[in-house]
């Protein structure tokens, strides 16, 4: 089967002014501002004392993954179990898994793993899962770590109360085949608080109800070695509230559109720069002389603000949906449309979704294509 | 390279009960809905004496083609080179790429497809498009059929003045290597307008515009042999207008929550079946008391209404979104959460980019998994 833009642009690695010469749509990362993102994150968390673990259901790619362990992470975060196979065949280690499953194939396949060599991480939210997990660890002779899911305040999965949290974690502890290792609390709820105090706020209920979770446990004598959740939204909050152990931050590495209006960091400062990118090619212009775009709502998640066209690196406008296949750019003043064959480099309105329409991204540093690398999870949301 | 659930369910193909133990998220086609629309517009568009040439974008899969062309389509329509030359090289032909394209790269792949039995019609809107497919086309010792592309009131492309038109067909006419083949004119605009007689009128409007272009050629002896269009909202319309020779419809194959209000027939009558169905597994609960499910955003294209969710046939509540892997069932008066592993089934928001985002399509016949098909088409929107 073709691999899309992949094949056609293979020739030009290496190559000088090879970026400007894509075969379009095709997904960018740039590679001065992803290795700026995850160097700059890793070393907020070093010098705080946390520790990193990137979620990798943003990129799915295993050369990513990669990276952010050789800055240092703890291991690397992954929603679904297929997401997390994937990235393990692709040599990605250790791997925690951040969402309860119930599928019992799903699990043994997780042991099966675990069995060659995987160290795996997973979440429960019930007896029942506790039983499947250690049936299944037992089964295949491996080892799986268990940490209780909490939730403080996103309302999706997860225990509320300490009393269920001790009850689970004491369950986890008396099964052969899993360790008991903790807890997590995703405060998904709070990621996109825009303003910098407001999102303080929120994020410190959160964590005060993690608190009196870890408290009962500690009490109980469980006291959770990983005690992990977080994301780009919350991080500097985490690091400062210290009742996570670890940070599972995802959009950090591309940034997108979605968290451009979040003062991260509390002092209108850009952190972590754009890096991931779609570029398009203008096919066409409308009646009325608007640049039509060869990238619609099948190359762009679309669940955010819309993209930023950048034309030899100059923002000229955004981009309006035209349908499946295409877009329209709507030109800032003082900016014309550009001709049909001009090549635009757009942001995302939201990274994750985006990454996953993808087969491929391509590595790009300064005017040069310089590596495209698999995105080995993508599509696998099973 | 894993391909997620395809490799799980394989073993299921043909046993007894396999539907209802699919390993999630998976797109599901019923296949007695799936033969009945494709016949049902077959017919519709014989008995009237109109082609029918079905939209791939929608669907992307060559066994899906295939059973349109087995049913009398004309041929096939793409939106982009990379997805039609996908299914070229799986046996589809002939192909019709409706948009135009800027880049000599992907001409030339298409002139290369050509050379090798590929029977292939474009469309340009613009003289250097035309030098270019017929430069390619000569190049390639091919031959390349182009209509000349018109824009009735979608405002994306094509020429608008019945002028415009003739002097695009006179040059196509004048080149080597391409032959004039006829008009497009796709009302992108007309076809979600919710109620007939409003729909009726709108279309109207596009067909009058494409009608006084279509005289104009005549009139200078460029007589369209085919004159394309049209889709899923409008085909009763383009039936009874006559101006098209053919419609290109393509969601009429799936159906989806984005077509559901749209009064296809007149009568309030639902010709067109649900064919497309995501099922996903209830994987935990809510602090509420919520179901919430493994498919969000990266199994849903999100561009429509939200999904019905069917447990065993029964709809029992819609899906909204938790996050891009988790949706969160919200049921009907009268109905329970189901518990953890439940498996639901349910309708699409929007096909198209639903499908683009699936290697798979599980074809299903009442409880049997029957056969897993390819997507070839899936990502290429290069």
Redesign the interface.
């Known amino acids: 089967?073709?691999n899309?833009?992949a094949a056609?642009n293979a020739p030009l690695v290496g190559a000088a002014g090879s970026r400007a010469r894509l075969?379009?749509?095709?997904l960018l990362l740039d590679a001065t501002a992803f290795e700026k993102n995850v160097s700059v994150l890793a070393e907020m968390a070093a010098v705080r004392g946390m520790g990193l673990r990137p979620h990798a259901?943003t990129h799915k790619c295993a050369a990513i993954a990669k990276a952010q362990l050789e800055a240092g992470a703890l291991g690397i975060a992954c929603?679904?179990p297929?997401e997390l196979?994937?990235l393990f065949?692709a040599g990605v280690n250790p791997l925690m898994l951040t969402?309860?499953?119930?599928?019992r194939?799903?699990i043994d396949r997780l042991a099966a793993a675990a069995a060659r060599g995987a160290d795996i991480a997973v979440v429960v939210?019930?007896a029942?899962?506790i039983a499947d997990y250690a049936a299944s660890a037992r089964a295949a002779s491996a080892t799986i770590s268990i940490l209780v899911d909490c939730?403080t305040g996103l309302?999706?999965?997860?225990v509320?109360t300490p009393a269920e949290a001790v009850a689970l974690a004491r369950m986890i502890e008396a099964e052969e085949g899993v360790t008991y290792a903790g807890v997590q609390a995703y405060a998904?709820n709070v990621q996109h608080v825009l303003g910098f105090e407001e999102r303080r706020a929120a994020n410190r209920v959160a964590n005060e109800r993690l608190q009196a979770i870890v408290t009962a446990l500690k009490a109980a004598d469980l006291a959770p070695g990983i005690i992990t959740g977080g994301g780009t939204g919350s991080h500097m909050l985490d690091f400062e509230d210290q009742v996570l152990t670890e940070v599972q931050a995802g959009s950090y590495v591309f940034m997108d559109e979605g968290y451009r209006p979040v003062d991260l960091h509390g002092a209108g400062e850009e952190v972590f720069r754009f890096a991931l990118f779609v570029a398009v090619?203008?096919?066409?212009?409308?009646?009325?002389g608007e640049a039509?775009t060869?990238?619609?709502?099948?190359?762009f998640?679309?669940?955010g603000p819309p993209p930023r066209a950048f034309l030899d690196g100059v923002e000229i406008g955004t981009i309006a949906w035209?349908?499946?296949?295409?877009g329209?750019l709507k030109t800032h003043d003082g900016h014309a449309p550009p001709p049909?064959?001009a090549r635009l480099e757009c942001t995302v309105p939201h990274c994750?979704?985006t990454a996953?329409?993808?087969?491929v991204v391509h590595l790009v540093r300064d005017d040069v294509l310089e590596a495209i690398w698999?995105i080995?999870g993508?599509?696998?949301?099973?």
């Open positions: 089967m073709s899309g833009v056609l075969e379009t749509p095709s259901k929603a679904k297929g196979l994937a065949e969402a309860p499953v119930a599928s194939l799903k939210d019930r029942q899962l939730d309302g999706r999965t997860g509320t998904g090619t203008v096919i066409a212009h409308s009646a009325n039509i060869d990238g619609g709502t099948k190359s998640a679309i669940d035209a349908g499946d296949e295409f329209r049909a064959g994750d979704p996953n329409l993808y087969d698999p080995e993508r599509g696998l949301s099973d």
